[in-house]
């Protein structure tokens, strides 16, 4: 059932090209200028109301939801709040009937996920799940679904889950910002041309996994990692740690690249290994002039780009490319050598890399 791969956790970073295309392409058809969310009820006259919306989640679906975040508040102009379903629901949140509650979850099963949803359904707010698992909790509860089309994850390290949300977050900020005229047909158009694109350029970086694999293997005796970008790639940043901690068991940290000099630089030394992503390109020389810092204190550094920013090579003695795409599916291909490192250095130590110590696939107590 691995279908020839070696571990679960291979096989369904591979299938990552299908997810994708199953998830985005029956809701974006080519000829017409609209998102089509399986009737979900996100019209003109709900959005209208709408004065705040949460995206509510856990561990790798709420990484997902930051992205979520930025882009609703970048094209559709509404205040986003994402928080972590664990601290949510033990606060005194402000929610009503203009309330629109996001949250996101693979298993539908998440013990603190589902109370989050159901304070907010108490409260009047409107509560659109995005969920992978078919027929669980959170799809039964929440007044709308709309499906990531995953298929079943079995590894405990979620990889082609979070891509799949990563498509629902386009869909959903694009579908937002469509019904409240914030977002014009040429944007629209452009958007849907290069998600139409991801799925062959995943591909690019999967027919390229050999790169990776030497890179994890120089760097397996690493001490620590730290993953630092801006704007989204700091939100990539996050998932990219996260997969580092659980099946490499290495400390790994996300940081902001501007954060750095305000206290974690000082644990950089030697045998520290820095991870800069550099996929937004306005941000690109910030983020280089943070890595140079670290680099001055022995650090080794790798970097993660789009092709055409060459520059790269000057800080990072290990650079990987990916294909150029609009700046807001950048965290979508940048993840992919993300995934790609944790499982190979994870390989590399010998670890368990579908069931890692300590973790459950769904976290049904909270
Ligand atoms: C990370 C991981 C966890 C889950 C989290 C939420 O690889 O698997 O962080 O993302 O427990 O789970 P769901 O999405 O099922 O609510």
Redesign the pocket.
């Known amino acids: 059932e691995k279908a020839g791969y070696e571990h679960f956790m291979l096989k369904e970073i591979y299938e990552q090209p299908k997810v994708i295309r199953d998830t985005l392409t029956p809701r974006l058809p080519m000829d017409q200028d609209d998102v089509y969310l399986d009737g979900i009820n996100l019209e003109k006259e709900v959005l209208e109301k709408i004065t705040r919306i949460y995206v509510i989640?856990?561990?790798?679906?709420?990484y997902s939801g930051l992205i979520g975040k930025e882009l609703i508040e970048k094209y559709a102009r509404i205040p986003v709040i994402a928080e972590v379903a664990s601290e949510f629901r033990y606060k005194d949140p402000i929610l009503d009937e203009n309330t629109l509650m996001i949250v996101?979850?693979?298993?539908?099963?998440?013990a603190d996920?589902l109370a989050a949803l159901r304070m907010a359904k108490k409260a009047g707010a409107h509560v659109l799940g995005v969920v992978?698992a078919v027929g669980s909790s959170i799809s039964r509860e929440a007044d709308d679904v709309l499906y990531t089309w995953a298929g079943p994850e079995i590894a405990?390290?979620?990889t082609k889950?979070y891509s799949a949300q990563l498509c629902a977050m386009y869909l959903i900020s694009m579908k937002i910002s469509l019904v409240l005229g914030k977002l014009s047909t040429e944007e629209f158009r452009e958007l849907r041309a290069a998600l139409y694109q991801l799925p062959s350029q995943v591909e690019h970086i999967l027919e390229n996994a050999n790169l990776i694999e030497a890179m994890a293997k120089k760097h397996v005796n690493m001490k620590n990692v730290f993953y630092i970008g801006r704007g989204l790639d700091y939100a990539v940043a996050m998932e990219g740690a996260?997969?580092i901690k659980?099946i490499a068991y290495l400390h790994a940290e996300p940081y902001p690249a501007g954060e750095l000099k305000h206290g974690p630089i000082a644990l950089i030394e030697e045998g520290s290994l820095l991870m800069g992503l550099l996929g937004q390109e306005s941000l690109f020389d910030k983020t280089v002039s943070n890595i140079k810092e670290v680099k001055a204190r022995g650090a080794s550094i790798m970097a993660i780009a789009m092709e055409g920013n060459k520059e790269v090579e000057q800080v990072a003695e290990d650079v990987i490319y990916i294909p150029r795409t609009h700046w807001s599916l950048v965290p979508l291909l940048e993840n992919i050598p993300q995934q790609l490192f944790a499982y190979y250095i994870a390989k590399n130590l010998g670890h368990d890399i579908d069931k890692p110590r300590n973790?459950a696939?769904?976290?049904t107590v909270e």
Not at 57 to 62: F, R
């Open positions: 989640a856990c561990g790798t679906a709420y996101v979850s693979q298993s539908g099963e998440t996920t992978n405990v390290a979620s889950a996260l997969k659980e973790l696939k769904s976290v």
